[in-house]
C-alpha cells in the first residue's frame, strides 16, 4: 500500500453491562441504516448488529473533507446537502437532539477522535472544522512509533470514550490520518423481564427448522403491537426508560416470509410509518395484553464496511487514482478500509428484542403473542427523530 494512503477505522461498540437490571436531514441516519444494514447482513451470513448512527456520523465527517465525485457519491449515499454550511448544521442539529437522553434509564454517548500523523499536512481550516463543527478530539502522533496505539486508546478513554482498546498498532502502520467514532449505548427497559421466567427453548430458521436453543426471557405486558400487512411483518416496540424517547423495536416476517423480503418492503414503508400504525392501533384498540418472548443474546460484528459502501454507490473515495480530498491536505490521499466493530448484550433489565407470532394474520382480533424463536430484525431508535442508534438481526441461535 503507497506510503501515503489514508486509513479510516470506524470503531462503534454498544454496550450494555449484566448489572444494570434537502430533505428532512434527520432522515438519512433512519433510511440509510436500513440500506447498511441489508447490504452488511450479506458480509456476515445474516447475523449482525451496526450502529447506523454511528457509521453516519464518521461517515459525514469523511465528507466535510471531500470533493468533487467523492462528495457528489457520499452526498447521494447518505443524502447528505449539497451545501457545507447546511450539512454542518444538520449534522449539530441531529447530534444534540439525538444524544440528549433526558433520563437516567439511558445513558448514550458518541465521540469523534481524529489521529494525525506528525508528518501529514493538514490544512488548518479542515483542522478546526473537525474540532468546531464535528465536535471531534484532535491529536498529533508519531504513527511510526509502535506505542502509538496505546497512547490514542488511553487518550480517547481519557477523553470520555467510554470503550477501551478501541485501536491497534496494525491500524497506524500505513496510515496518515485515522477518524474514530465510539459509541455506546446503556438502556434499561421500562418493563423488566423477569429472570426466573427465563427458560430454555428451541429456535428455528427460516424454513421452520430447529437450528438451535436459546434461554428465551418471557413478560406478558402491555406494549405496543401491530400487524403491519404492507411490511409483512409482526411488529413489537418495547421502550426505556419512562419518557418514551428510545425504545427498541422488533420486526418479525410474518409466518414464510423471511427477514430478506421486508428489506423490500422498506421502499414503501419507512419507520416513522411504523411508529405511527402503533399509536393508530393503540388509539383504536387500546393496549392488549402481550405473551413477549424474546432470546437474552450477545452479538459482535466486527466487518469492513467497504463493499456495503460500494454497493451504495460509494467508489472513488477507496481508489488511490480517484479520491478527492482537496478540503483536507495538498497530498493524494485515498480512504483504504473503513472498519465497524459493534457489541449488543442483551438481558432481562436492558436492551434489545426479537420477534416471532402467531401464525395467522388477525390484526388485533384476539390477545397476541410475540415469541422471538426464529429470525427477527431490531432497531434501538430516537423516536423524535426516527434515527437508528443500533440495528441488527439475530438468526443464528446460542444460549447466552
Known amino acids: 500500500m503507497p506510503e501515503n494512503a489514508m486509513k479510516y477505522i470506524i470503531v462503534l461498540l454498544f454496550t450494555i453491562g449484566t448489572c444494570y437490571c434537502a430533505i428532512d436531514f434527520n432522515e438519512r441516519p433512519r433510511n440509510f441504516s436500513i440500506e447498511l444494514l441489508h447490504y452488511t447482513q450479506l458480509q456476515t451470513d445474516g447475523h449482525v448488529v451496526i450502529s447506523p448512527y454511528g457509521i453516519w456520523t464518521l461517515m459525514t465527517g469523511v465528507a466535510l473533507g471531500a470533493t468533487g465525485n ?37 445513558t448514550l454517548t458518541s465521540r469523534n477522535f481524529v489521529f494525525l500523523d506528525n508528518n501529514f499536512n493538514v490544512y488548518p481550516e479542515f483542522k478546526r472544522t473537525l474540532q468546531n463543527d464535528f465536535d471531534a478530539a484532535v491529536k498529533v502522533l508519531d504513527f511510526q512509533d509502535p506505542n502509538s496505539a496505546r497512547i490514542a486508546n488511553t487518550y480517547i478513554e481519557k477523553s470520555g470514550g467510554r470503550v477501551s482498546n478501541v485501536l491497534r498498532s496494525d491500524d497506524f502502520s500505513e496510515a496518515r490520518m485515522l477518524l474514530t467514532n465510539v459509541i455506546s449505548f446503556k438502556g434499561l427497559w421500562q418493563t423488566p423481564f423477569n429472570k426466573s421466567e427465563t427458560v430454555t427453548e428451541p429456535f428455528y430458521n427460516e424454513e421452520k427448522t430447529v437450528i438451535g436453543s436459546v434461554n428465551m426471557m418471557f413478560q406478558k405486558g402491555q406494549f405496543p403491537y401491530s400487524n403491519i400487512r404492507e411490511l409483512e411483518s409482526f411488529v413489537l416496540e418495547l421502550p426505556y426508560g419512562d419518557d418514551g424517547k428510545y425504545s427498541m423495536i422488533f420486526i418479525l416476517p410474518h409466518p414464510n416470509r423471511k427477514v430478506n423480503d421486508i428489506y423490500k418492503n422498506f421502499l414503501k414503508v419507512s419507520l416513522k410509518d411504523v411508529f405511527r400504525k402503533l399509536q393508530s392501533d393503540i ?30 454507490g460509494v467508489y472513488d473515495i477507496f481508489q488511490p487514482n480517484l479520491a478527492t480530498f482537496q478540503r483536507v491536505t495538498s497530498e493524494d490521499i485515498f480512504v483504504s478500509a473503513i472498519v465497524h466493530k459493534a457489541d449488543i448484550e442483551v438481558t432481562e433489565t436492558g436492551t434489545i428484542a426479537s420477534a416471532v407470532s402467531t401464525a395467522y394474520l388477525a390484526d388485533r382480533i384476539s390477545s397476541p403473542s410475540f415469541y422471538a424463536n426464529r429470525p427477527f430484525v431490531y432497531f434501538v431508535i430516537e423516536k423524535t427523530t426516527t434515527t437508528v442508534i443500533f440495528g441488527g438481526i439475530y438468526s443464528k441461535p446460542t444460549v447466552y
Open 283 to 312: 388509539d383504536e384498540f387500546g393496549f392488549d395484553e402481550i405473551d413477549v418472548k424474546i432470546p437474552r443474546f450477545h452479538i459482535t460484528t466486527n466487518v469492513v464496511l467497504n463493499k456495503p459502501l460500494n454497493d451504495m
Open 70 to 106: 467523492s462528495y457528489n457519491q457520499l452526498a447521494n449515499a447518505f443524502i447528505l446537502p449539497k451545501n457545507r454550511g447546511k450539512l454542518i448544521k444538520g449534522y449539530r442539529e441531529l447530534a444534540s437532539t439525538v444524544l440528549d437522553t433526558k433520563t437516567n434509564s439511558v
